[in-house]
């Protein structure tokens, strides 16, 4: 990757809080990936993901698990971090750890994320193994909402409250949009709801922060969206500011091609799209510590696999030279 390369997407991100790498991976390496996702996958003992989607992993409408910090695994990485180590460098130290490798396989009938954060202080990337359609519930990005020093002074001192705003309005639709979906799979059937799934998604006492969980959502136990966010005074200021969120904030939806990578900042907003298509989402995704993580806040948002709890790794391991998991060819020069 040439300097002029890097400076660019570095630009990128701290501009716009993520940033699409292009040709990253060779399409063999990308299948090396596609491997690593389907062995995990196909695991009967795999390690589900607990902080998002609980009830779509266990109705089998995603397939959120953490990948084993095997050799193979560790070396897809390691391609990864030396590829791109002039541009994660510049955010993480060499002692910051690799909070988790996790696969994001999504199925047709998933529900559609709500707009949140991940905890502060980490550097995520997504890797696409295969080139992803937009109705395959490409991950939506809000650009420019992440939270770099100095954010909050934009828009008179009001930059994260009208930011809260417009996650708030968003999520209302989201809310609609997912619940809509879920009367219409029912209805139709097709694709077909499993025995209580409906009920599990709409009335469940589950925790689960991104289903359109009414009886949650009422008794206000769903941390993203939760009925006191909608109280007089909020329903106030979103409908005097509607014209200023709408032209201050918008939603990119991605749709990376196969090799591609996406690095973003875990305080960027951002949400997983629900697959409206018949073929799998299959990303496969890590990340690293930007800064010291609480291991509170680790197991708010990030699921790592126990053989990497056993045996952790940092950014500094993780540039160390390894066997590429494939013959590495030359990849094509990174383009935004």
């Known amino acids: 990757m040439s300097e002029e390369c890097a400076d660019t997407i570095r630009e990128c991100l701290d501009r716009s809080g ?12 990308a299948d090396a990936g596609q491997g690593l996702i389907d062995q995990t996958v196909n695991d009967p003992k795999r390690h589900m993901s607990q902080f998002a989607s609980e009830t779509d992993n266990r109705y089998r409408r995603r397939n959120f698990c953490s990948l084993p910090s095997t050799p193979e695994s560790l070396r897809f990485v390691s391609t990864l971090c030396r590829r791109l180590e002039p541009v ?3 955010y993480c130290g060499r002692s910051r750890p690799l909070l988790e490798i996790t696969t994001l396989t999504s199925h047709q009938g998933s529900s559609h994320q709500y707009i949140h954060r991940d905890p502060d202080c980490v550097l995520s990337m997504l890797v696409a193994v295969d080139d992803i359609a937009p109705e395959q519930g490409g991950t939506l990005f809000v650009p420019g909402t992440h939270k770099y020093g100095g954010a909050n002074i934009r828009m008179d001192g009001r930059a994260f409250e009208f930011m809260e705003l417009y996650r708030i309005a ?23 709801l499993e025995p209580g799934e ?5 009335f469940s006492r589950q925790q689960d922060d991104h289903q359109p969980n009414l009886l949650r ?3 206000g136990k769903t941390y993203q969206f939760r009925v006191g966010m909608l109280g007089p005074r909020n329903l106030w200021k979103l409908f005097r500011y509607r014209k200023l969120l709408s032209e201050s904030f918008r939603m990119v939806r991605t749709a990376p091609r196969k090799g591609s990578v996406i690095l973003f900042r875990s305080d ?20 690293i510590g930007r800064d010291v993580v609480n291991p509170d806040q680790w197991d708010l948002s990030y699921s790592p696999d126990p ?14 030279e390894m066997d590429s998991p494939v013959p590495v060819g030359s990849a094509r020069e990174a383009n935004r």
Not at 268 to 287: I, K, V, W
Not at 308 to 317: C, F, K, S, V, W
């Open 268 to 287: 960027l907003m951002h949400a997983g799209g629900d697959n409206r298509s018949e073929r799998p989402r299959n990303l496969l995704s890590l990340s």
């Open 198 to 202: 409906f009920r599990d998604r709409v």
């Open 307 to 320: 053989t990497l709890r056993a045996n952790p790794q940092t950014y500094g391991d993780l540039l160390k």
């Open 18 to 29: 993520f940033v699409i790498v292009d040709g990253l991976l060779t399409r063999r390496e």
């Open 88 to 90: 994660i460098s510049e």
């Open 170 to 192: 968003c999520n209302f639709r989201i809310l609609a949009y997912n619940l809509k979906a879920l009367l219409r799979m029912r209805r139709c059937g097709h694709p077909n």
């Open 217 to 219: 959502f009422v008794t």
